[in-house]
């Protein structure tokens, strides 16, 4: 950020008065510029013994398989970003049973928060998938997914549904992870 957004001067990166980390702080007006993690919300829909993915059509990560999930927009709550997102990427209507993983991603200020969902009806794939389908666990396309928090909300999936409880998983993805994930390019 080079510039205050509320009247246009020039701003500094330092802390403010009382803060303990860095910001974009505008002399001029006084505006201090706070940046914070985007939240992605999404569904992990089930029909079955079946979950539904979607084949990324946009980058990053195009051509891979994911959860329907993204950006959570101004004036929509957590269910609604994710059953938007799952109406956008997989044309799915499902019905939210819980939130199940809570997955912080500090290195790149996000957090993943994706909703155990029963599918309901049809699917097909929207503007941002190439396709879309069922899977059963043993089809998943594991080398093909397109981000570690899919991944590991998939894993849990898989694992709980042994015992028909389906908990809250929080966890952190770490640079260190997602270099494993991504290799070091």
Known sequence: MNFC????EKVRFAVPEGDDRPRYLCDACGTIHYQNPRIVAGTLPVQGDKVLLCKRAISPRKGYWTLPAGYMENAETTREAGLRETREE???????????????????????MIFLAGLEG????????????????????????????????????????????????????????????FGSA
């Not at 957004?5 to 246009?8: E, K, L, N, T, V």
């Not at 190439?130 to 059963?136: H, I, K, S």
């Open 5 to 8: 957004s509320q009247c246009g």
């Open 90 to 112: 997989a044309q799915a209507e499902v019905e939210i049973e819980s939130l199940y993983t809570l997955i912080d991603l500090p290195h790149i200020n996000q957090v993943y």
């Open 122 to 181: 049809e699917f097909g794939a929207g503007e941002e998938s190439l396709e879309v389908a069922l899977f059963a666990e043993q089809d998943i396309p594991w080398d093909e997914l397109a981000f570690p928090t899919i991944e590991r909300t998939l894993k849990h999936f898989f694992e709980d549904r042994k015992s028909g409880r389906f908990p809250l998983h929080m966890s952190t993805v770490t640079p260190e992870d997602r270099e494993r994930y």
